[in-house]
């Protein structure tokens, strides 16, 4: 196991249409735009929906994390290069991808099979292939790109089960979009008592930053769920609020372009500048 380089973040709220993959592919190009020519920046996908990798206009190689997790292909064999300047697109030399794709699904059955097998064995004094502990999973098999890279970003979906002690034990913080309704602040909320939970079972993560998404300044709901966001997590982890607006929609179909290259003088590319740098900052 090598040294431990990276500073991993996962973009997590068990809540679904909060604007997760969009939080972390923007993250990660902004973190990658930040110290280009000094470092590079991995996204990793968790969502068997693969959204990750289709937001960016890539194509998948045939190898992804499912087979990474079940350690039939290593880390650095399944990562694509976001760069795709030679195809006459967006110039991204030092932003990468570990993309996911439904194959995860079932990966992760088999894993859970494998890891209740290798228990049933080990207490009747049969012999089983040692399995990885679930909540080992990505330190054992994302060890060399931790080792790589500078920055990690999990985007992770918003049921993780039994990846969910793997990412509390793999992220160093949590990033938790939160769509500032009434049911997604109280949704927030809930989700971030499991970690605070992990963190009294000395898990090492904590929640890093509260990024508001969906917002509609002029609403007086909005407001009043900003004060409750700062009031609960307190103004330095609420990051500034990223405003509802179409552009942010339309960056990934228009021809997989993230919102600093498809309109990087929009107000919401502004307001994720600012998060980047929050995050570049510690």
Partial sequence: MTDKKARIYAVVNRKGGVGKTTTAVTLGHGLAKMIEGKGHVLLVDLDPQGNVTTSLGLAANGKDMANVLTGDVPVEQAILSADRSSQGGPSRPNLWVLPASDALADAKLSLVTSAALSSVMDQFGGRSAPAVPTNQLLQTHLAKAVATFDFVILDCPPSLDMLGTAVYHFADEAIVPVK???????GTARHTQDIIAAQARGIDIRVGIIVPTFVRAREILARQMMQALIESYGKSRVAVPIPQSVVIE???????LTLFEYAGDSIPAKAYWRLVEKVYNG
């Fill in 180 to 186: 500032v309704d009434y049911l997604g602040v109280g």
């Fill in 250 to 256: 339309q960056a990934p179909a228009a021809g997989g």
